[in-house]
């Protein structure tokens, strides 16, 4: 099926969110502006305002405790934005990470030859207006960056294009400081930047965006193993945190299409209205890595086994994602308009994050603002609540329109203080999803809390 089959399929199939709402209610609540907006914007650039740097803390935070720090066998660096220039040639960055484009002679606009339907290709035909395309030119996606500032001294190197080059420059010292063994991996999160040609659809395909690898060092007799171990782990992984499971699929890539690093490569794919994509790629590295840094640095990073003194080159198994698709992937997943009902008049719309990636875990809300009691009362909640989680506290408008404002941002749980609060001290916790409401004594609040919005806590 080509992309654009699969793109018409998908809008029939279920009602999928329009991109447009969610930058829309981005913009809108502040979880995503455009990046220099008041010089006019630069394309496939973006900024997170206060509710998205939230959201991105909680979906980095949630990462890292299950790839890190609930394995034994793995652990995090953070390397540098900036390397030595020679790590992208051994990498085959300088040669390969190109783009394919073709102009349309008619109408002028662009495509990336991947990216285009088959028959298109075969015709030579723009898919917006028929006519003719151009010879296919090649692009490459590093950006050029210098080191220095003596002209003539200064150094060309690149903002990496990958994050991971940082864990094969890094793993011979992990390996002596940290006494792992092989098999382990070494994570990290972090930028990574393209030039890409067609950037678009908000924060799928940027220039600038976060990237979450995984890179796990095995015996070459036990990499099959290992790549379905976390083939797998990662599906789960992505299953947990969505509400529509049905749209997640694996994909393997063709021959031809897989990248210049890898042997073998499995997407994991996310349907949405841009149709099925790429969310997080599983890459069968093999040895390409360490053997070309070897070469390249002439610094052997071969691994001596203690035990069987066996010396071999680690072959790699990958797991990369991005912090952005999720959090787009994330808000697409959740959104929804529900029209009214019996227990919501005006009709919502609701964000249904997980309430462990949620930017705000609980809402503090006096029921009126005029009476002095309920509110200090509620204030008072709300600053023991703040010391534990993200809470807002909030008192502008009738208690409807707040629980409306909460749900929009995908706030898990209110707490609204009545006036039966003032007698048996008592408050109503109220659950986005089911509108269910039940009574609890504010000293139960943390521990409630916690248990529903950390997904750490015991
Ligand atoms: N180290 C392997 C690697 O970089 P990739 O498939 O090019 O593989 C991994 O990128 C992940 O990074 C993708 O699955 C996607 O989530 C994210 N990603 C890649 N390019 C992106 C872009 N231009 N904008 C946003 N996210 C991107």
């Given at each position: 099926m080509t992309q654009t089959e699969d793109k018409v399929q998908a809008a029939e199939d279920t009602p999928l969110v329009p991109i447009e709402k969610i930058v829309s209610l981005c913009k809108r609540r502040g979880f995503v502006y455009p990046n220099s907006e008041i010089y006019g914007g630069v394309s496939g650039i973006y900024d997170f305002g206060p509710l998205g740097v939230e959201l991105r803390n909680n979906i980095r935070r949630y990462w890292w405790w299950s790839m890190v720090q609930t394995n034994d066998n793995v652990v995090g660096i953070e390397g540098n934005i900036?390397?030595?220039?020679?790590v992208w040639e051994a990498s085959g960055h300088v040669e390969n990470f190109v783009d394919r484009l073709v102009d349309c002679k008619n109408c002028k606009r662009r495509f990336r030859l991947d990216h285009l339907p088959v028959e298109n290709v075969e015709q030579n035909k723009c898919p917006e207006c028929g006519g003719e395309l151009t010879e296919p030119r090649l692009f490459n996606l590093m950006m050029e960056t210098y080191i220095g500032v003596v002209e003539g001294e200064r150094m060309k190197t690149y903002l990496r294009g990958e994050a991971c080059q940082n864990i094969y420059l890094d793993y011979d010292n992990v390996l002596k400081s940290s006494r792992m063994q092989i098999p382990f991996g070494i994570c990290q999160i972090g930028k990574a930047f393209r030039n890409e040609v067609t950037p678009g659809n908000f924060l799928f395909r940027q220039r600038e965006f976060e990237q979450w690898d995984l890179q796990f060092f095995v015996h070459p007799s036990e990499m099959q193993k290992w790549f379905d171990y976390w083939k797998e782990f990662r599906f789960k992984w992505y299953e947990g945190i969505i509400n529509h499971k049905d749209r997640l699929r694996f994909r393997a890539h063709a021959p031809d299409e897989l990248a210049h690093y890898a042997k073998q490569a499995f997407d994991i794919e996310y349907r949405t209205v841009l149709g099925w994509q790429e969310w997080e790629g599983i890459h069968w590295r093999q040895d390409w890595d360490l053997s070309r840094h070897s070469e390249y640095s002439g610094h052997d990073l071969s691994y001596t086994d203690p035990e069987t003194k066996e010396r071999y080159i680690p072959w790699i198994v990958e797991t990369s994602g991005g912090v952005d698709r999720t959090f787009l992937n994330l808000l697409l997943d959740a959104y929804e308009e529900e029209p009214p009902s019996g227990k919501d008049k005006e009709g919502r719309t609701v964000l249904r994050l997980h309430p462990w990636l949620a930017p705000v875990k609980v809402a503090v809300l006096p029921l009126q603002k005029n009476k002095e009691e309920l509110v200090t009362t509620a204030k008072d909640i709300h600053n023991r609540l703040k010391r534990f989680m993200v809470a807002q506290y909030d008192d502008v408008a009738n208690i409807g329109r707040r629980y409306r404002r909460q749900d929009e941002i995908g706030t898990p749980f209110c707490v609204t203080v009545d006036f039966q609060t003032l007698e048996d001290s008592t408050v109503t916790v109220r659950e986005r999803d089911g509108m269910t409401q039940i009574r609890l004594p504010m000293n139960e609040l943390p521990s409630y809390l916690l248990q529903r919005v950390t997904w750490n806590y015991v």
């Amino acid at each position: 099926m080509t992309q654009t089959e699969d793109k018409v399929q998908a809008a029939e199939d279920t009602p999928l969110v329009p991109i447009e709402k969610i930058v829309s209610l981005c913009k809108r609540r502040g979880f995503v502006y455009p990046n220099s907006e008041i010089y006019g914007g630069v394309s496939g650039i973006y900024d997170f305002g206060p509710l998205g740097v939230e959201l991105r803390n909680n979906i980095r935070r949630y990462w890292w405790w299950s790839m890190v720090q609930t394995n034994d066998n793995v652990v995090g660096i953070e390397g540098n934005i900036i390397t030595h220039p020679r790590v992208w040639e051994a990498s085959g960055h300088v040669e390969n990470f190109v783009d394919r484009l073709v102009d349309c002679k008619n109408c002028k606009r662009r495509f990336r030859l991947d990216h285009l339907p088959v028959e298109n290709v075969e015709q030579n035909k723009c898919p917006e207006c028929g006519g003719e395309l151009t010879e296919p030119r090649l692009f490459n996606l590093m950006m050029e960056t210098y080191i220095g500032v003596v002209e003539g001294e200064r150094m060309k190197t690149y903002l990496r294009g990958e994050a991971c080059q940082n864990i094969y420059l890094d793993y011979d010292n992990v390996l002596k400081s940290s006494r792992m063994q092989i098999p382990f991996g070494i994570c990290q999160i972090g930028k990574a930047f393209r030039n890409e040609v067609t950037p678009g659809n908000f924060l799928f395909r940027q220039r600038e965006f976060e990237q979450w690898d995984l890179q796990f060092f095995v015996h070459p007799s036990e990499m099959q193993k290992w790549f379905d171990y976390w083939k797998e782990f990662r599906f789960k992984w992505y299953e947990g945190i969505i509400n529509h499971k049905d749209r997640l699929r694996f994909r393997a890539h063709a021959p031809d299409e897989l990248a210049h690093y890898a042997k073998q490569a499995f997407d994991i794919e996310y349907r949405t209205v841009l149709g099925w994509q790429e969310w997080e790629g599983i890459h069968w590295r093999q040895d390409w890595d360490l053997s070309r840094h070897s070469e390249y640095s002439g610094h052997d990073l071969s691994y001596t086994d203690p035990e069987t003194k066996e010396r071999y080159i680690p072959w790699i198994v990958e797991t990369s994602g991005g912090v952005d698709r999720t959090f787009l992937n994330l808000l697409l997943d959740a959104y929804e308009e529900e029209p009214p009902s019996g227990k919501d008049k005006e009709g919502r719309t609701v964000l249904r994050l997980h309430p462990w990636l949620a930017p705000v875990k609980v809402a503090v809300l006096p029921l009126q603002k005029n009476k002095e009691e309920l509110v200090t009362t509620a204030k008072d909640i709300h600053n023991r609540l703040k010391r534990f989680m993200v809470a807002q506290y909030d008192d502008v408008a009738n208690i409807g329109r707040r629980y409306r404002r909460q749900d929009e941002i995908g706030t898990p749980f209110c707490v609204t203080v009545d006036f039966q609060t003032l007698e048996d001290s008592t408050v109503t916790v109220r659950e986005r999803d089911g509108m269910t409401q039940i009574r609890l004594p504010m000293n139960e609040l943390p521990s409630y809390l916690l248990q529903r919005v950390t997904w750490n806590y015991v």
